[in-house]
């Protein structure tokens, strides 16, 4: 298939990769020009501007920071909207706002353009290893043709509801990876302030009933205050933003994402931004006077 791949960043680059492995004719462009040479140098076509990258594609693909950027990629004088057949499936699979989702798919629908919300999970690693988690919002058909392509990138790709409903199961999603993420960073603190080898306290842990994926990739790096991205504590900001945002729209209290939405705030206020979001340790660390 001809298909339009905007935004190669941690997570769009390999994941271009893959298709292109796969023998899909990808046309990629990023507002950065390192990846897009990058993609031209792995069989890829480097697009000029999202219009040039989506004018010709059956399928666009957007993996971009927030809402802002994907209103700017969909909306935009020369972005996806404008640019590419009626037809096009465009599937965003950006991290943003359920209501974002939603709206680009009413305004996709009146120009002829099929749209779904496929938000991921597995980080870095599954974007690599093309194992990501997929959680897809959009009708059944549409779904459907999307697929074999999302297949590509994912082992589970699981229709989740209709439009924005991929942006909810997400949410659901970063408020479960901060918390645990908050309480591996308690129990390294309590194991190095009893004086405890923490490195062997988490690897009982990892294998009994408080298991976790991340205990199993991140316990190491933690341990040894290795914070490189991965997933950024910025990004992971402003994912407990649209978490905290859905739970006031769904008149719901999440006391626990609430709490956890303020160290990651923290983290980010102490300087931690574009750290990984296991980051969030320096700030349990920080709380109890042992930096
Ligand atoms: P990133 O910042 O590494 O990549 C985003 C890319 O989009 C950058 O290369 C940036 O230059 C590009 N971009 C921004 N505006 C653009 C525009 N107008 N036109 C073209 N390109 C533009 O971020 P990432 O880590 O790859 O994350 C992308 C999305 O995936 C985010 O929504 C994030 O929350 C989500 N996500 C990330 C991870 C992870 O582990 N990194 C995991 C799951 C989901």
Avoid: C, W
């Avoid at 941690?10 to 990629?28: D, Q």
């Avoid at 989506?54 to 693909?61: G, L, Q, R, S």
């Avoid at 465009?90 to 991290?95: E, N, Q, R, V, Y």
């Avoid at 910025?234 to 999440?254: S, Y």
Wanted: proline letters at 4%; a negative charge.
């Amino acid at each position: 298939m001809n298909i339009g791949f905007v935004g190669l960043g941690i997570m769009g680059s390999p994941m271009a990769s893959h298709l292109i492995a796969a023998g899909h004719r990808v046309a990629g462009f990023d507002v950065q020009p390192a990846p897009v040479r990058q993609l031209g140098a792995i069989g890829g076509r480097a697009a000029a501007s999202v219009g040039d990258a989506v004018a010709d594609a059956e399928v666009v693909i957007t993996m971009l920071p927030d809402h802002t950027h994907v209103e700017q990629v969909a909306f935009g004088e020369d972005g996806v909207l404008a640019r590419a057949k009626p037809g096009t499936l465009l599937i965003d699979m950006s991290t943003i706002r359920p209501e974002t989702s939603v709206a680009v798919a009413r305004a996709g629908a009146e120009r002829g353009l099929r749209v779904l919300d496929a938000p991921v999970s597995g980080g870095e690693v599954g974007a690599k290893q093309a194992t990501l988690s997929i959680m897809v919002g959009g009708t059944p058909d549409d779904v459907a043709a999307a697929r074999p392509i999302l297949e590509v990138l994912g082992q589970n790709v699981v229709h989740v509801g209709d439009h924005g409903a991929g942006q909810v199961v997400k949410a659901a999603n970063q408020l479960v990876v901060a918390g645990v993420y908050g309480l591996v960073g308690e129990a390294i603190v309590l194991l190095e302030a009893s004086g405890v080898d923490p490195a062997k306290g988490l690897d009982v842990l990892a294998g009994g009933l408080a298991a976790s994926r991340i205990l199993d990739l991140k316990r190491a790096s933690m341990i040894a205050r290795e914070f490189q991205p991965g997933f950024r504590i910025d990004l992971h900001h402003k994912d407990m933003g649209i978490v905290l945002d859905a739970a006031r729209r769904a008149n719901v209290a999440l006391p626990l994402s609430g709490l956890v939405a303020q160290l990651v705030a923290a983290a980010r206020a102490m300087g931690h931004g574009g750290d990984d979001h296991s980051a969030l340790l320096t700030v349990t660390t920080a709380l109890s006077g042992r930096e």
